[in-house]
């Protein structure tokens, strides 16, 4: 069955709409996390150019075991000066300025800061600052951290329907009109409140966050996605940190700049 059946024949945009429905999502992590899908492990390593030295030497008991793998610690620093603004994970970063009426482009689809957030009177606090979007393809690591040390409330999930990444898919309508998504509401020592959000993709119907409401560390752990591609994105408030302005500068020739977690993307 190919995606261009899928988005361009109306049997098959039929069958799209029961294939990206949530349950099948999750049959689908289902089978990833057994022992049957190890299989498709040395062809993912393969076909998508990871190098594995680069990682931790475990016992993959499945398929994603081996996606959210373990990176050495050394491969990936976290810069420790306080005043210094890091990325909580790895991708292809693209920058905005939070002016009024922004639609952000996120994994094929578009949101308003309120619509992002289902939230107005929180996407109103961020008016002004700026809004960081972290995509991540499959052979990225897929774990991510905290950009400084704090405090957390619960973590906020938002259900959506999930679609393809593929290009083909953003041809013929546009997708992801509601992805799935989980934010949480950091209070960082140094950059005030912060929005962290984690958005999913097809086959990525499970957000992985370590913990709830509590208080947490500058490069600790927040979470993981399972198999698929996936997106981080992180709003700051009006003065909380200068973003590096080439970041900008990119993203308004449509260009995406490649960081790793740990990395400094901005100062106090």
């Known amino acids: 069955m190919t995606l261009e059946f899928l988005y361009h024949t109306r049997v098959g945009r039929v069958i799209l709409k029961m294939l990206v ?30 190098d594995m030295s680069e990682y931790m030497d475990e016992d993959y008991k499945c398929f994603n075991d081996c996606f959210c793998r373990h990176i050495k610690p050394e491969n990936r620093p976290v810069d420790m000066t306080p ?22 482009p996120v994994k094929g689809s578009k949101y308003s800061m309120k619509g992002l957030l289902r939230n107005e009177a929180l996407a109103r606090e961020f008016e002004g600052g700026t809004c960081l979007v972290f995509r991540l393809c499959v052979n990225h690591y897929h774990r991510y951290s905290y950009p400084d040390n704090g405090t957390k409330g619960e973590n906020i999930f938002i259900p959506g329907v999930l679609h393809t990444v593929r290009p083909i898919a953003l041809e013929a309508f546009p997708v992801f009109v509601e992805n799935s998504r989980e934010y949480t509401v950091l209070e960082t020592e140094n950059f005030g409140k912060v929005v962290q959000m984690e958005v999913g993709a097809m086959l ?29 994105i992180m709003l700051l408030r009006e003065g909380a940190a200068d973003v590096r302005e080439s970041l900008f500068d990119a993203t308004s020739r449509q260009e995406e700049t490649p960081v790793k977690m740990g990395e400094v993307i901005g100062t106090k």
Do not use: H, Q
Not at 22 to 48: E, Q
Not at 204 to 231: H, Q
């Open 83 to 104: 005043s210094n603004l890091v990325a909580p994970c790895d991708g292809l970063l693209s920058a905005y300025k939070i002016t009024d009426g922004l639609v952000v």
């Open 21 to 50: 429905r949530p349950g099948l999502s999750k049959a689908c992590g289902k089978f990833m996390d057994t022992r049957a899908s190890k299989p498709l492990i040395k062809p993912f390593i393969k076909n998508n150019g990871i």
């Open 204 to 232: 990525v119907g499970k957000i992985s966050n370590n913990m709830g409401a509590g208080s947490f560390k500058r490069g600790e752990e927040k979470g993981k996605f399972l198999y698929g591609g996936s997106t981080i």
